[in-house]
């Protein structure tokens, strides 16, 4: 069974993803509501997909993908970015920072299941 | 969207959650809004607004509001350029946002109301605003500023940090070490700590010790102040703290940047260094104290819960009152009729059930319960919104905003109180120059006081502004035939005011864009009754005008006052009931076909229930020996009753859609003993004995 962790402050979203993730296959999804709540279970846990929303307070996106691609537990962990249209310059140093792939809200079940078999991939051909 | 419960979770999560960005947004707003007033920007209070809006957007798109989208993706653009720099902060900028935001509340709670806003106009008027500034000099290239640094900071984050420099502000890095369990509360800490002369930029985690109990933080904050200054507020001698220095070090500015400590020396990382103090220093983690002392994890400690959950909670535990009643009257046969100790051992425990019994409906009570900020929120955007309209300045003063009531209430109270605020500023605050013309400050002032007073809570809305004349009152009901010539001057000063609360009697001018549904007064008066409240008016020419609102803390469990009328059983809530006596038969007097009793000193108008609800006399020639005295309000009554019996917490049911329009009954409840008692509605049987309408209340068919 596949684990992710969802680290976004938004419950809302979080609820959204996690419906979306569990009517797709069997999933085991964890959820982290803020940069720090991430901090936390990143070292103590392994996950086979992370989905990172940028825009979040005190420490945001860019800052945890910097950090997830530096840890040893996660280094190379597929990893999807969730942001809009409105942050492209943020999007495409994500990108740089070693995110595997991005979705911008808002979006369709359809449209998250590609992009996480895309990063997927990504991340396969990046190893 | 997915769909089954975890899709109708999310649904929900939805709902609440944006219904709390939009409270939070507004709350933003004001607090521009007052900033602006006095000169400062808050750019952190703008992003607040951005990540909400940003937030929003994002969410309404996935769950099908496709409106409330295209109106926060406008909102989100204008803010972006804001919290970038592209565009400068103005009064003009700020009436846009409290319109989007306005419209926001009008497109979640009516998702397929076209008209509820008018994008195309909102959206030119945001576009006309947006000018945007010429590209300056990267001054991020004059600092020694570590790249793989400069690459993890947002858009927004590298702005402020660019304008910081600009301004002439030291920048700081910070680096701290934190234990991970606390990192929330420990940062809250330094937040606070600096607030006052720092903006803190962004948030850094490093990479050493994975896996470890605690994490080194790197900050990068801008102040005014010197080091010495900075070090000494943010207390913690083993954190290290150096400046971003300028790339020419002859260049004399800024002046406290040029020492940099060698701790900080030390640990710096160069550019070449992937990002950030990479290195696992053991002197770093020797000298970490992590913040042990603090426990509290602030940002987990809230559940969001749905009432209706509460409210099967509270039905739960007020089935177990019932049984505990029941349970109660087992414990006094078996008292009396079993051996001693069986009948005290019952008695006992069922004592301790009866007390933790308490404390649970406590517990889900004060679950219930919200301060009324989050309405007094409501009444500022509003406030200010009117006011804008009609041209007119008005300062809000709120007192007892941490006042809590059940959520049901201020939920039910949120349209009476606007109807109230934007009558204020219609009809009772004179226009400005007037204002300056009868000696008054140019800004009006309307106070919003709450408190409680025992079960009840008081709102009080005060304005200074020209107050009611009881004459054109009268004028206006005769005008409208509301009430004949004769009946209008029988009216004391009092009961005149009390006119605007009838229906039919608000002007047409309170066909309003607030409410767009032209309702007046009357529906105030309506809506607080049936909350179990009472609403009275004051008011003295030229001075102003306050309304006080009186209401239950809560409508879901009370104590009550169980007597009886013709054999049959009612009750009163006991928060009513002032006094409960015997009545003085020799006391009685007539006045103006009403009966009246006197009571120390005081006339007390009374009401036989039996005549009121046309009860059949079944046994013949009872006496109502007692008098029970009510108080809603400003308003007495004194209930005249046959018989006592007690009081107990009930918990008040609806008597079903046929009956809801039963007045002077506010719903029933079952004593456990399969008895059903009707719950008497004291502000409505008060208003319909005062003012002596002449249909009585028809109860034949009710019990």
Same mark, same amino acid.
């Given at each position: ?43 103590? &846990? ?25 840890? &040893? ?14 942050? &492209? ?35 396969? &051909?990046?190893? | ?69 295209? =109106? ?30 306005? +419209? ?65 502000? *030291? ?6 070490? %934190? !234990? ?27 990479? #050493? ?32 703290? +150096? ?7 002859? #260049? ?5 940047? /040029? ?6 020396? !030390?640990?710096? @990382?160069?550019?070449? *260094? @992937? ?5 696992? $220093? ?7 104290? @992590? ?21 099967? %909670? ?19 046969? %078996? ?22 019994? !308490? ?55 949120? #349209?009476?109180? =606007? ?6 500023? $219609? ?34 809305? +005060? ?38 609360? =009838? @229906? ?7 066909? /309003? ?45 009370? +104590? ?22 015997? %009545?003085?038969? /020799? ?10 009793? *006197?009571?120390?000193?005081? /006339? ?12 059949? $006399? ?12 009510? *108080? ?72």
């Amino acid at each position: 069974m596949q684990r992710v962790l969802i680290i976004d402050d938004s419950s809302a979203t979080r609820a959204y993803i996690r419906a979306a993730l569990e009517s797709m296959s069997e999933m085991q999804v964890s959820e982290a509501a803020s940069g720090f709540d991430a901090l936390r279970v990143l070292p103590r &846990e392994r996950f086979d997909l992370l989905i990172v929303d940028i825009n979040m307070p005190n420490i945001n996106g860019l800052e945890l993908i910097s950090f997830i691609r530096r840890s &040893e537990t996660h280094r190379e962990t597929p990893l999807l970015i969730i942001s809009t249209e409105a942050s &492209e310059r943020d999007r495409s140093r994500a990108m740089t920072l070693g995110a595997n792939g991005y979705l911008a809200k808002p979006f369709t079940v359809e449209a998250l299941a590609a992009a996480i078999s895309g990063v997927s991939k990504a991340s396969g &051909e990046g190893a | 969207m997915a769909q089954g419960k975890d899709g109708d979770r999310a649904r929900e999560e939805f709902l609440a959650e944006s219904q709390e960005l939009i409270e939070t947004l507004s709350r933003d707003l004001l607090l521009l809004d007052s900033a602006l007033k006095l000169g400062h920007r808050n750019p952190e209070t703008v992003n607040d607004l951005f990540r909400g809006v940003h937030t929003l957007k994002g969410l309404s798109g996935m769950f099908g509001f496709d409106a409330l989208g295209r =109106m926060s993706h406008v909102l989100e653009d204008l803010l972006e350029n804001l919290r970038l720099g592209r565009i400068e902060m103005s009064q003009q900028v700020l009436d846009v946002l409290f319109e989007g935001v306005e +419209s926001f509340q009008r497109l979640l709670s009516e998702p397929g109301d076209a008209a509820a806003c008018d994008l195309e106009s909102f959206t030119e008027r945001v576009h006309s605003l947006a000018r945007a500034k010429s590209a300056t000099h990267n001054v991020l290239s004059d600092y020694e500023l570590d790249p793989n640094m400069l690459g993890v900071l947002t858009e927004y984050e590298e702005h402020r940090l660019r304008t910081n420099l600009e301004q002439g502000l *030291t920048v700081f890095r910070l680096r701290v070490r %934190l !234990a991970l369990d606390v990192i929330d509360t420990a940062l809250d800490q330094l937040k606070e700590r600096v607030k006052n002369f720092a903006e803190i930029i962004t948030y850094l985690p490093s990479m #050493d010790g994975g896996g470890g109990d605690s994490i080194e933080i790197e900050m990068l904050l801008a102040t005014k102040k010197p080091e010495s200054e900075l070090r000494a507020a943010l207390n913690r001698p083993e954190a290290s703290l +150096s400046a971003v220095l300028r790339r020419r070090l002859a #260049d004399p500015q800024p002046s406290a940047a /040029t020492k940099q400590s060698p701790v900080a020396q !030390a640990a710096a @990382p160069t550019a070449a *260094t @992937p990002s950030l103090p990479v290195r696992s $220093d053991q002197s770093l983690v020797k000298r970490a104290t @992590p913040d042990v002392e603090v426990s509290l994890r602030s940002l987990t400690s809230v559940v969001r819960v749905d009432i209706r959950k509460l409210d099967h %909670l509270m039905n739960v535990v007020g089935e177990l009152g019932t049984v505990r009643a029941a349970l109660a009257r087992l414990v006094e046969r %078996l008292r009396a009729g079993a051996p001693h100790a069986l009948g005290s051992e019952a008695h006992r425990i069922h004592r301790a059930f009866q007390r933790h019994l !308490a404390e649970v409906q406590d517990g889900v009570l004060d679950i219930r319960m919200v301060p009324l900020s989050q309405l007094f929120d409501k009444v500022a955007v509003i406030l200010r919104q009117v006011a804008r309209e009609q041209r007119k300045e008005v300062r809000l003063v709120i007192t007892g905003a941490e006042t809590e009531v059940d959520k049901l209430i201020a939920e039910e109270l949120a #349209d009476p109180m =606007m109807h109230i605020v934007r009558n204020a500023v $219609d009809h009772g605050i004179e226009p400005t120059d007037l204002r300056g013309q009868v000696g008054k400050s140019v800004a009006a002032t309307l106070t919003v006081n709450a408190y409680q007073k025992g079960n009840h809570v008081v709102i009080e809305l +005060s304005d200074d502004g020209r107050g009611i004349d009881p004459h054109v009152i009268r004028e206006a009901a005769v005008r409208k035939g509301l009430l004949t010539e004769q009946a209008a001057g029988d009216l004391s000063r009092e009961e005149l005011l009390n006119v605007i609360f =009838m @229906p039919g009697f608000s002007t047409a001018r309170a066909v /309003t864009d607030i409410s767009g549904r032209g309702v007046g007064m009357d529906v105030v008066k309506t809506n607080i009754t049936r909350l179990g409240g009472a609403v009275d008016i004051e008011s003295e020419i030229s001075v102003g005008t306050k309304v006080t609102i009186t209401l239950p803390i809560t409508l879901a469990i009370i +104590s009550a006052l169980l007597f009886e009328v013709r054999g049959r059983l009612f009750a009163i809530p006991l928060a009513v009931v002032q006094e409960a006596l015997r %009545l003085p038969g /020799t006391a009685l007097r007539n006045v103006d076909g009403r009966e009246v009793v *006197t009571l120390r000193g005081t /006339t007390l108008p009374l009401c036989r229930l039996a005549q009121l609800f046309r009860l059949q $006399d079944t046994r013949q020639a009872a006496h109502e020996n007692f008098v029970i005295v009510i *108080t809603v309000g400003n308003r007495r009554l004194g209930l005249c009753v046959e018989r006592l019996c007690g009081q107990q917490d009930i918990v008040i049911k609806g008597l079903g859609r046929s009956l809801t329009q039963v007045q002077g009954i506010s719903g029933a409840t079952d004593l456990g003993d399969q008895q059903l008692v009707l719950v008497l509605d004291a502000a409505s049987i008060i208003e319909e004995v005062l003012l002596a309408r002449a249909n009585p209340l028809v109860l034949g068919a009710a019990s």
